[in-house]
């Protein structure tokens, strides 16, 4: 014979009586913690540039560089306001340095990617290397490495700042210092870690020198449009992502950071992609050319028109589709890394 079944007020009792004691019954909250399948809270977003621009160009009226420590217009997810957030552990934003201007040294725990938006002129110093920079060229600062920038241009200079420190600080592992001076002393010349391992070789006697990042913190954007231009040319293009290459840790073939992988990929004139979707959420920025954007999530289905300098979110298990009429160059970075990582990496390309 089955035992009575409690009542509702025998239960209620009981999550009273259990909740001065910091408990709480698991079988309120299991289909939440353990969903069927991903659950984001993120939404897909938009950020046009020739809405973005002029208020990055107020911003540079209205705070120096330094004054700032770092003049960033932050990308944040709709769904996640106030969280300095574009998914949950991914951070975005638009950096802006203009002419003679200096962005102080410092270092922090973060790893961080920085992909050249507009102008040419500025600079970013990494551990006594300068690189310059020019658009569609993909910068590391290493995690604990002192950085900073400066601009010799003309006129702006603007790039995206990608960063892990959502992630770090659900680690609460986040730690931050600030160079003696402002700008760090260069001690080697620019080239010089593309020269050691950006040419399929490396120095025969050699410690990794920024441990689990890569060594090159400098991918030229020519070099990878002219590897995207010669696969669209003589090789398959792919039925989801056109061409797509992701960018490499010449010392381990693996991502160039350990929480975030990046990518460089073209539509060509005319693509029609099919649709998929992955448990990492990805952040976009268009390069050249432009795009037609389908997202479809269990909130219904968005649209977006993208064109050069804009950038928009993917989020996690969102099913995207890329259409181009004229063809289109886009970059992008996740954190698919921490996802291999620990296992539970999934992708579905749908027919």
């Known amino acids: 014979m089955n035992a009575p079944h409690p009542s509702a007020r025998e239960r209620e009792q009981l999550y009273r009586d259990m909740d001065p004691l910091n408990l709480t019954p698991l079988w309120e909250v299991l289909h939440a913690l353990v969903p069927r399948e991903p659950a984001t809270p993120c939404v897909p977003a938009l950020w046009k540039w020739d809405t973005v621009r002029p208020l990055l160009l107020r911003a540079g009226a209205a705070i120096t560089a330094e004054e700032a420590v770092r003049r960033v217009l932050i990308l944040e997810n ?27 040294a410092h270092r922090h725990t973060q790893s961080a990617l920085r992909f050249i938006v507009e102008g040419t002129g500025a600079y970013t110093a990494v551990d006594g290397e300068r690189t310059s920079m020019r658009p569609g060229d993909f910068i590391i600062t290493p995690s604990w490495t002192f950085h900073d920038h400066g601009s010799e241009a003309e006129g702006p200079v603007v790039w995206l700042d990608g960063l892990d420190i959502p992630m770090i600080r659900f680690l609460d592992a986040g730690f931050a210092e600030n160079g003696a001076a402002r700008s760090q002393e260069v001690t080697r010349r620019e080239g010089t870690s593309f020269a050691r391992y950006g040419h399929n070789m490396a120095p025969v006697r050699h410690d990794a020198p920024f441990g689990a990042t890569s060594p090159i913190f400098s991918y030229p954007y020519e070099r990878s449009r002219e590897a995207l231009e010669r696969l669209e040319r003589d090789a398959p293009v792919d039925a989801w992502d056109g061409v797509k290459l992701r960018y490499v840790n010449p010392l381990t073939g693996g991502s160039p950071m350990p929480t975030m992988a990046t990518f460089m990929q073209r539509l ?83 027919q």
């Open 268 to 350: 060509p004139a005319g693509f029609r992609g099919r649709g998929w979707r992955q448990t990492d959420g990805a952040v976009y920025s268009v390069v050249e050319g432009a795009a037609v954007v389908h997202l479809d999530s269990p909130r219904g289905t968005q649209q977006f028109e993208v064109g050069a300098r804009d950038h928009f979110v993917v989020p996690s298990w969102h099913t995207a589709r890329f259409e181009s009429d004229a063809g289109c160059v886009l970059f992008s970075y996740s954190d698919r890394p921490v996802h291999q990582a620990l296992g539970i990496h999934k992708e579905e390309r749908l």
């Open 78 to 104: 709709p769904a996640l306001r106030g969280q300095s957030a574009i998914t949950q552990s991914l951070y975005a934003g638009l950096q802006l340095i203009l002419p003679g201007e200096v962005a102080p």
